[in-house]
């Protein structure tokens, strides 16, 4: 008798075990998929799977199993209770509201689920003690939401009729996975392909698969027209992946205002005169002109002269002394400094073909000024110095008519 008492404990226990069971180790969602920022209602089904058994007073609790599951999802309730479920094979569904936070990561995430219940045998009064049932590893998939951006660049400021070596740094800084991503600098179809060109390879750049946090780089040379205007422009990115991702960016760049300037001279007694104009489209600032040293002229003076803002259109002019070197050719070498628009200082050297009317135009027109006036100083004090002697003859020849 004893001996089947314990079959009796042991056949009881086993079914106990099995009294409460999930459909599933995937926990069921309101709606798929998941994203973080959304707040849901999960499902949990709990089926009787004790043959014979009474399950009373059932009530289910939802755990995160670990920490990141609970740092990833906010439980607003974690503990429903399903009433009593009779009958071998019933199933009632247990329902848990949840927020799962805004910066959860994409991923699986694991919970347990415990299910208290009392219960009694069919055909006796017999109460049963409580039990819990574990049910481990219940899974909740979250789908994380990308947004691959553009974290930092090279561009900056480019000169028209320039090639640039750029490079773009783009980051995920959503919580989700892009496959196969590509970048892509959309020129075609606007102003701006006019205005530039990328070389080499094409406007598409593939950036592979860019998980949360991760970053990729690409390089290009960046080719200004000529003609190219001053201004800001914003090269538009459209960034492309599986499962329909597809984001916009810009990324901003700066023509500078460059221009050109023609220059030409004119030689006057005592003075050489270099004139300056802006032949380009853009206005330059703090305009100078220097003649550095050379071999083929020498200065005397000043070697530099600011100009001032020249427009396009504008012309001004220098006044310089200087003098040819003996031997040396006729080219006069010179420096042009001016700002552009964008703030950068540039420097332009220049050459001029140049012929004085004087081997030293400038050094011998100064000298003979001063001749002059020594010469007429000198006749002055002659006769202050002979004054006397000049009244007596010319007294002499008035008293000889």
């Not at 773009?168 to 996975?177: D, I, P, R, S, V």
């Not at 300056?276 to 853009?282: D, E, P, Q, R, T």
């Not at 002055?380 to 004054?387: E, M």
């Given at each position: 008798m004893k001996r089947l008492n314990v079959i009796f404990v042991v056949l009881l226990t086993m079914l106990l075990a099995q009294v409460a069971s999930a459909a599933s180790n995937n926990l069921v969602t309101e709606s798929e998929p998941?994203?973080?920022?959304?707040?849901?209602?999960?499902?949990?089904?709990?089926?009787?799977?004790?043959y014979g058994t009474f399950m009373e007073d059932?009530?289910?609790?939802?755990?995160?199993?670990?920490?990141?599951?609970?740092?990833?999802?906010?439980?607003?309730?974690?503990?429903?209770?399903?009433?009593?479920?009779?009958?071998?094979?019933?199933?009632?569904?247990?329902?848990?509201?949840?927020?799962?936070?805004?910066?959860?990561?994409?991923g699986d995430y694991y919970f347990d689920v415990y299910i208290t219940s009392k219960g009694k045998q069919i055909n006796t009064a017999n109460q049963i003690t409580p039990i819990t049932t574990k049910l481990e590893d219940q899974i909740l998939t979250i789908k994380g939401k990308p947004l691959i951006v553009l974290l930092n660049s090279t561009l900056g400021i480019v000169a028209p009729m320039s090639i640039n070596k750029?490079?773009?740094?783009?980051?995920?800084?959503?919580?989700?996975?892009?496959?196969?991503?590509?970048v892509e600098i959309k020129l075609a179809?606007?102003?701006?392909?006019t205005v530039f060109s990328i070389l080499g390879g094409g406007t598409q750049f593939s950036l592979g698969n860019m998980k949360a946090g991760d970053e990729a780089t690409i390089t290009f040379n960046l080719a200004v027209d000529i003609t190219a205007r001053p201004g800001v422009y914003n090269l538009p990115l459209k960034i492309t992946g599986l499962n329909n991702y597809s984001s916009d960016n810009y990324a901003g760049v700066v023509v500078a205002g460059t221009t050109n300037f023609e220059i030409?001279?004119?030689?006057?007694?005592?003075?050489?005169?270099?004139?300056?104009?802006?032949?380009?489209?853009?206005?330059?600032?703090?305009?100078?002109?220097?003649?550095?040293?050379?071999?083929?002229?020498?200065?005397?003076?000043?070697?530099?002269?600011?100009?001032?803002?020249?427009?396009?259109g504008d012309y001004t002019s220098a006044i310089f002394q200087i003098a040819?070197?003996?031997g040396g050719g006729n080219a006069l070498e010179l420096e042009i400094q001016y700002t552009d628009t964008g703030g950068q200082r540039h420097t332009i050297t220049k050459y001029l073909p140049v012929e004085l009317s004087q081997a030293g135009a400038q050094t011998?027109?100064?000298?003979?000024?001063?001749?002059?006036?020594?010469?007429a100083a000198i006749v002055?004090?002659?006769?202050?110095?002979?004054?006397s002697k000049i009244t007596t003859y010319f007294q002499k020849q008035k008293g000889s008519k």
């Open positions: 998941v994203y973080p920022g959304d707040t849901i209602y999960v499902y949990v089904p709990i089926k009787n799977a004790g059932v009530s289910v609790r939802l755990v995160p199993k670990d920490n990141a599951s609970a740092k990833a999802v906010t439980l607003l309730n974690d503990i429903y209770s399903l009433g009593t479920i009779n009958d071998w094979g019933d199933q009632r569904t247990a329902k848990f509201r949840i927020h799962v936070n805004p910066d959860a990561a994409e750029e490079t773009l740094q783009l980051k995920n800084t959503g919580t989700g996975t892009v496959q196969n991503a590509v179809g606007t102003d701006m392909n030409s001279y004119q030689e006057t007694l005592g003075s050489f005169s270099l004139n300056v104009a802006n032949v380009g489209i853009s206005p330059a600032s703090a305009v100078a002109v220097t003649l550095p040293r050379q071999k083929n002229f020498t200065s005397t003076g000043s070697s530099s002269s600011v100009l001032g803002n020249l427009n396009p040819k070197t003996s011998k027109s100064t000298s003979t000024n001063y001749t002059t006036w020594l010469l002055i004090l002659v006769i202050y110095w002979q004054r």
